[in-house]
């Protein structure tokens, strides 16, 4: 007799058939654990259950194969690096023109840095700081930057140039054992060579002092009404909003009311003591989904969308984001 999860065992009568439940049968069942586990550095470890797996953390795959196109960063990376290419996701209407000029600058000259010595063994890191320096620098002086960009959007911006430039070779656009987490539009995993969760603690605490000792560093309610504005940039002439499209086209507001965005603005309206992030982490999304929502570019069936919705209609309370963690 075979069960989903326990050892399978043998049976003489009918009545010891009946004595162990419905949940046995006389057909084979398919039994995922045990199995072996393989990790990055060449471990392997048996887990009894679903627990212990997850309790493996990233960097492990249930294939042993499953490292070895990765351990070559030359063959995984994109064969036209290209850090610029979430620019028109991130940054659609940054105003004023000469600020999206100049970010894509900031992006290039760490672009630059990496590939001059990519082999050099600070080469990913020093990229990666330059980067996110730039662009915070950008936004500080277009009076764009806040807190909740700092801690959110910058990182994943960076991340997306880091992997879509070739300074960053362990990631992939779909979700797979060996890369767990979500960084911007990719999966990642973080290896052991350095202390990726503090990557950003000293520049964000640096830049957070610059917020709070220039005039940037408004009132909560004030530094929402300018929150993540690189992303959705809104306009008013002559009274009548225009919300600029991704490619550019201005569309009225009076057509798309009841979009994404509308619903997020009365939200925000309605709780006034309330950041996106909270919304995020509430309904669970990432950064890169909750603005794919914001843009009506999720389904409105998808997952993401309807926990999204669940928290604006209020189906599912709504929780206040604790500290920053780099993998929210």
Known sequence: MYHPTKASVQVFSRKEIEELGPEWS?????????????????????????????????????????????????????????????????????????????????????????WKLPEYPSATVDSIRQAFNGIAQVLFDAGLLTEEVLKNDVTDLVWDSAVAGGWWHL????????????????WVWFDESHDWPALFRGLTAEWTAKLLESSQAAPAASARKSEE??????????????????????????SAVGSPEDRLQSFIRRHSDTTYADIKYSAKVHTAEFQDWRRGELKSSSKMSLRIEDVLSGKTPLTKKPGKRRDD
């Open 171 to 186: 990631a992939s656009e779909t979700q797979q054992d060996i890369f767990p987490q979500q960084s911007g539009h990719y």
């Open 26 to 114: 006389e057909t084979y069942m398919y039994q995922e654990y045990p199995k072996c586990k393989y990790h990055w550095s060449g471990k392997t470890v048996t887990v009894k259950n679903r627990d212990e797996e997850v309790a493996l953390g990233g960097g492990w795959s249930s294939l042993p194969g499953a490292f070895d196109p990765y351990k070559e960063p030359a063959q995984v990376r994109p064969k036209d690096p290209n850090p610029l290419k979430w620019i028109d996701r991130w940054a659609p209407t940054l105003q004023p023109p000469e600020s999206r000029r100049k970010l894509m600058a900031a992006l290039l000259k760490a672009h630059a840095a990496f």
């Open 229 to 254: 504005p690189w992303i959705t940039q809104a306009t008013v002439t002559n009274s009548t909003a225009i919300i600029e499209s991704q490619e550019g086209a201005p569309v009225n507001v009076s």
